[in-house]
């Protein structure tokens, strides 16, 4: 899949540091286990929303794919979400063994969660979209797999639209840092 200059990339350009820590954050894994972000500093970190029944849900492929190549330099969380379209109605089990079962997942799964701004947003996902939050960045998801890339400082390096491929050149240059436009 190529990235299109139609798909969305929002790059955090000033480099400008979150006013609260991302390392402050814990997600609750699909697997039961409680995640604390701090324990991935000096990785960068790939997080995905996704869904078992959309148009890209081929995506989870190429994330294991890029996870694979990547692994020792980078994290991937993938938080499934029925956001969008209704598009992930299963339970955290039933979406585990589909990932596992349909494209070979080992990244982690966080539980199922709400992405979207609103009451219920996930913690991650607040500090992700909120500018006061995270230093620069409003941008919530904006459909089942929007990327949001973190450099191993903690700080939110960019925004990535569902139509930007996990193996896209613009993905590869963000995670080698590399500038991108």
């Known amino acids: 899949m190529k990235w299109s200059k139609k798909a969305k990339v ?4 000033a480099h400008v540091w979150p ?3 991302f390392y402050n954050l814990n997600v609750l894994l699909n697997n039961g286990q409680l995640c604390n972000l701090y324990s991935l500093k000096h990785k960068k970190i790939l997080l995905v929303n996704t869904a078992s029944d959309c148009g890209y ?3 989870y492929r190429e994330l294991q794919q890029l996870y694979q190549q990547q692994k020792d330099r980078l994290c991937i969380i993938a938080f499934p979400a029925n956001d969008f379209g209704r598009q992930e109605k299963s339970s955290n089990e039933a979406i585990a063994a589909f990932c596992t079962h349909n494209y070979s997942v080992t990244f982690p799964l966080a539980i199922k969660s709400v992405v979207v701004k609103n009451e219920q947003q996930h913690p991650v996902f607040q500090w992700l979209s909120h500018a006061h939050l995270n230093g620069w960045n409003n941008q919530a998801p904006e459909w089942n797999f929007s990327k949001y890339l973190i450099d191993e400082q ?3 390096l960019y925004y990535f639209g569902p139509a930007v491929s996990p193996l896209s050149d613009v993905m590869a240059k963000a995670i080698d840092n590399k500038n991108i436009f």
């Open 10 to 13: 929002l790059p955090n350009k």
């Open 19 to 21: 006013p609260q820590s």
């Open 57 to 59: 849900t081929a995506q």
């Open 154 to 156: 903690g700080v939110l």
